[in-house]
């Protein structure tokens, strides 16, 4: 068989593995009733709101969330990349079926097995090219495993984690295989930049990968100059692609740092094509020192452009954000949280996140103490040791570090199931056992669980009251929903379940872009009902909704105790609201606006 269809006969296996996995984890969802469609989380819900928008006819190019914030709403900074696909299976199915809500469930179902079953193949093929055949079968066990308990792919998870954690993978496995597949790095290169396109939570992976080819380019020039040129052509063209498409020519001049703009566009163009053209030089294949010197100009030049067009991009992401929203909002996101935070605050919940990415750093480190330095574990140690620092500095990282460990973790197992292969011995299989156990993130996930659970003081029974207090269920939002539209004053961690169940419009929501909005809200609940009062009136609210378990609100209370909040919490109702029978003892409990006269 020729190589071309032995690659081809590979790629379609490790496809009906993944394939064979998804349905696998789709059966279990339904198993379950596909239950965590029934939770509320803010980013999901948005952005099913942002679909409904695009195709309720709103703009392309218009990203604004008219219905959260201050009057006229604010600008969102997420792409319609990830709107696409979601819009066009609720178009579909719609059309087929004539129920746009059961088009949206449908979406919200396919729309995270597709990643799953995409990330699941690219992770196959990047064990494949990194350990060999027999990596496959671990590979998709653990890897399917922790995808499936990380919850990024559950039904209902439309939001774009799990589509930058797909097209990181492929880019990895791409760049593994393009030795042997000449095309695999210019498409590696497309998916760098999409998964930028997509969010600028990835820069550290892109960033990483275009240095990896880049240093494999001068480490090699004779047999990586084709892989670093098609990377940067691949790189800088899908950017542009990326640019025409998403950035309307009114704001080409625009440079916005937490999204795709004029200033993702211009970095990634001079990095790609000066990658490419070095790489197409041959006077820069001559000798490491010509590769190095022309790359380090290039990442000179690169810098000198940031720093003279777009300074503002160099801060730290949340440096302008004002004060009193890092206090008593970014502070207390739980993804936003430091591995030492962590350790202080939950240290059972540390193994969960750090253990299997911890383990094969170890893995990787015993691979390099044997001498060398081979091309493919140096891909994959770079991306695993920026992911476990970025994991340290902010929990959500150890996303992408429990997906890159699933790789050194499968040429483990797989060494230790060819050992037992060779030896029967009781010792042996219990070994391989053990390391079985120890590669699978969810073994983790259930110790630290059970962890959490034994070290917790018993809690009291809950009554029938107490239902749903942190307001983590659809069904809560139910009465809401039925009032007649107008503009709400709630909390900002119920901002988006509220736009999606109801057509109401709100104020506050976790997103950092809506600091006007946020800050209202914080003033309404926080100042004495007087001063809430001339807020609400300002601003012709209708309707004021509290979550009276929700973290949100004890925090909000502890930090004014004699605030509009803690009042209604307390059952002090001020004479301009009116408690809405209906909600009394719900989760959300709703007040109408009493009008003067």
């Known amino acids: 068989m020729s190589a071309a269809k032995d690659g081809a006969a590979t790629w379609k296996f490790d496809f009906m593995l993944a394939l064979l996995a998804t349905l696998a984890a789709f059966a279990f969802n339904a198993w379950m009733g596909f239950s965590a469609l029934a939770d509320v989380d803010n980013d999901n819900l948005m952005r099913l709101v942002e679909v409904r928008d695009l195709l309720n006819g709103q703009g392309w190019f218009d990203l604004h969330q008219y219905r959260m914030g201050l009057e006229g709403g604010f600008v969102m900074h997420w792409s319609r990349l990830v709107d696409t696909p979601i819009a066009a299976i609720t178009l579909t199915v719609s059309a087929l079926t004539g129920s746009r809500p059961l088009a949206e469930q449908i979406a919200q179902v396919l729309w995270p097995a597709l990643l799953f079953c995409s990330t699941l193949f690219f992770t196959i093929r990047a064990a494949r090219a990194f350990a060999g055949r027999s990596a496959v079968l671990p590979s998709v066990i653990v890897g399917a495993a ?13 939001d774009h984690h799990n589509v930058q954690l797909m097209l990181t993978m492929a880019s990895l496995a791409l760049l593994l295989e393009a030795p042997v597949h000449r095309a695999a790095a210019l498409f590696s290169g497309l998916c760098a930049a999409l998964t930028l396109a997509v969010g600028m939570e990835t820069v550290p992976y892109v960033a990483t990968i275009g240095v990896c080819v880049s240093l494999l380019f001068v480490a090699d020039a004779s047999g990586e100059r084709r892989i670093a040129r098609d990377f940067g052509l691949g790189f800088a063209g899908v950017s542009g692609l990326v640019f025409l498409a998403t950035i309307p020519a009114s704001a080409w001049g625009e440079a916005q740092c937490d999204a795709f703009s004029t200033v993702q566009f211009v970095v990634a163009a001079i990095a790609g094509v000066g990658l490419s053209a070095i790489a197409s030089v041959e006077f820069t294949a001559r000798s490491r020192w010509y590769g190095l010197s022309s790359l380090a100009m290039l990442a000179v030049a690169v810098g000198l452009v940031t720093l003279a067009l777009f300074p503002q991009c160099l801060a730290a992401p949340y440096a302008d954000l004002d004060p009193r929203l890092k206090e008593l909002w970014l502070d207390h996101i739980s993804e936003a949280q430091s591995l030492f935070a962590l350790i202080v605050d939950t240290p059972a919940l540390v193994a969960a996140r750090y253990a299997t990415p911890l383990v094969a750093i170890v893995l990787m480190a015993r691979r390099f103490g044997r001498g060398g330095w081979p091309r493919q574990d140096s891909l994959v140690a770079a991306l695993l040791l920026v992911a476990f620092g970025v994991a340290a500095w902010q929990v959500r990282g150890s996303t992408f570090s429990i997906a890159f460990a699933v790789i050194p973790l499968s040429a483990w197992i797989a060494t230790w199931r060819a050992r037992a292969q060779n030896n029967s011995s009781l010792a042996v299989a219990m070994r391989l056992a053990a390391v079985w156990l120890v590669s ?13 659970t034994a070290l917790e003081k018993k809690a009291p029974v809950a009554d029938a009251g107490d239902t749903d207090r942190d307001c983590g269920k659809a069904a809560s939002f139910a009465a809401l929903g039925r009032m007649p539209e107008t503009t709400v004053l ?7 379940p509220i736009l999606a169940f109801s057509g109401h419009r709100v104020f506050a929501g976790p997103y950092h872009r809506n600091v006007a909005g946020n800050l209202l809200v914080l003033d309404a609940f926080l100042g004495t009902p007087d001063e809430a009062r001339k807020i609400v009136e300002a601003h012709r609210v209708g309707l004021v909704a509290i979550c009276r378990g929700s973290f949100e609100s004890v925090m909000l209370v502890k930090k004014a105790p004699r605030g509009l909040l803690s009042d209604l919490l307390q059952g002090s109702v001020p004479d301009w609201l009116e408690p809405v029978a209906e909600t009394k003892g719900s989760p959300i409990e709703v007040y109408r606006v009493r009008r003067a006269g």
């Open 440 to 452: 699978i993130n969810p073994v983790w996930m259930g110790a630290a669980a059970a962890t959490s």
């Open 490 to 496: 709630a909390p900002s961690d119920i901002g988006s």
């Open 146 to 158: 922790g995808y499936q308990f990380l919850g990024i792919y559950s039904p209902g998870a439309l």
